[in-house]
């Protein structure tokens, strides 16, 4: 995005500057950096959806039983469960997500958005958003470049990776992504669009990246789950012009000043938070022996 801005505040001017919609700058970047058309990346997008998609019917119809046995058909459970705490729809976003992380944790196939251990986010979102209020395929891709440009921000000012920032960057960044998205579909302002970021931030921020064993299942893929029941909530906030109160680019630094204090026990090495709880290290143990087990053996040819 540095191309044309590094932060929201400059995305936001140049798209006022211009008379752009918020999606227009991010597709230039896109053909700029790719040396392609907006026809072929557009047709990228639809591919990417459609694997998101994909990643959803596979986990809510498919078995869903990682090696390490802590996944074990989660958003099946959620989804055929007859009592719904909120409404139906909600139950829907949940097990959605749940559904394409699930999928992540199996080893099957899955958009990284922004990053793996991330990927129930998006597609909960978006698949949701799409069939509640009937949008088109295009408006969604739309929302896409919208969620692509706000990555392509935090990364610049913070971090998306959980080794880096924490869970924060990870499931936080696909949060603010899929809020910013929501809002924009929906035909929000690009100040409500920005404000949903700032507020998905605001209930991320802090959050570690301690995965059990080491592995992004536990508790990854029922973070996927709130994150995009944050998502979600955030946007409702923010397109009823509910103010964040601290702009969306002193959040981001925010989680950037987090990111760099936060100790690095909570950074992705499985050292410290669940991962070092008496269970946690129990299931790393267990899986350690049988990633043992199952190496061939050195003397074999």
């Given at each position: 995005?540095?191309?044309?801005?590094?932060?929201?505040?400059?995305?936001?001017?140049?798209?006022?500057?211009?008379?752009?919609?918020?999606?227009?700058?991010?597709?230039?970047?896109?053909?700029?950096?790719?040396?392609?058309?907006?026809?072929?990346?557009?047709?990228?997008?639809?591919?990417?959806?459609?694997?998101?998609?994909?990643?959803?019917?596979?986990?809510?119809?498919?078995?869903?039983?990682?090696?390490?046995?802590?996944?074990?058909?989660?958003?099946?459970?959620?989804?055929?469960?007859?009592?719904?705490?909120?409404?139906?729809?909600?139950?829907?976003?949940?097990?959605?997500?749940?559904?394409?992380?699930?999928?992540?944790?199996?080893?099957?196939?899955?958009?990284?958005?922004?990053?793996?251990?991330?990927?129930?986010?998006?597609?909960?979102?978006?698949?949701?958003?799409?069939?509640?209020?009937?949008?088109?395929?295009?408006?969604?891709?739309?929302?896409?470049?919208?969620?692509?440009?706000?990555a392509l921000i935090i990364e610049r000012n913070a971090s998306l990776a959980g080794a880096v920032g924490g869970c924060q960057a990870e499931t936080g960044s696909a949060a603010a992504m899929g809020s910013g998205a929501i809002v924009y579909c929906l035909g929000g302002t690009v100040d409500q669009a920005f404000n949903a970021v700032a507020i998905t931030i605001q209930?991320?921020?802090?959050?570690?990246?301690?995965?059990?064993?080491?592995?992004?299942?536990?508790?990854?893929?029922?973070?996927?789950?709130?994150?995009?029941?944050?998502?979600?909530?955030?946007?409702?906030?923010?397109?009823?012009?509910?103010?964040?109160?601290?702009?969306?680019?002193?959040?981001?630094?925010?989680?950037?000043?987090?990111?760099?204090?936060?100790?690095?026990?909570?950074?992705?090495?499985?050292?410290?938070?669940?991962?070092?709880?008496?269970?946690?290290?129990?299931?790393?143990?267990?899986?350690?022996?049988?990633?043992?087990?199952?190496?061939?053996?050195?003397?074999?040819?």
């Open positions: 995005m540095a191309l044309l801005f590094e932060n929201f505040e400059s995305w936001r001017q140049y798209c006022k500057e211009k008379n752009l919609p918020l999606y227009k700058p991010v597709l230039e970047y896109e053909t700029e950096q790719k040396g392609r058309d907006e026809q072929t990346i557009q047709e990228g997008l639809l591919k990417a959806y459609q694997v998101m998609k994909e990643a959803v019917k596979t986990g809510l119809n498919s078995d869903m039983k990682s090696r390490s046995g802590m996944i074990d058909n989660g958003a099946k459970k959620v989804y055929n469960h007859p009592v719904t705490v909120l409404s139906r729809e909600f139950t829907e976003v949940i097990s959605s997500a749940l559904a394409a992380k699930e999928v992540n944790s199996c080893m099957g196939r899955v958009v990284a958005a922004p990053t793996a251990g991330a990927s129930g986010i998006l597609p909960g979102v978006l698949t949701n958003l799409q069939s509640l209020h009937g949008l088109s395929d295009e408006k969604i891709c739309e929302g896409l470049l919208v969620a692509a440009g706000i209930c991320m921020l802090g959050l570690v990246c301690d995965p059990v064993a080491g592995l992004v299942e536990v508790p990854c893929v029922v973070r996927n789950a709130s994150a995009a029941a944050i998502a979600f909530s955030s946007a409702q906030i923010a397109i009823a012009d509910v103010n964040a109160v601290i702009p969306v680019d002193e959040c981001v630094a925010a989680m950037g000043e987090i990111g760099q204090s936060m100790e690095t026990r909570y950074k992705e090495t499985a050292l410290g938070g669940l991962a070092a709880t008496l269970t946690g290290k129990g299931i790393a143990k267990k899986v350690l022996i049988q990633d043992i087990e199952i190496l061939p053996d050195e003397d074999t040819e």
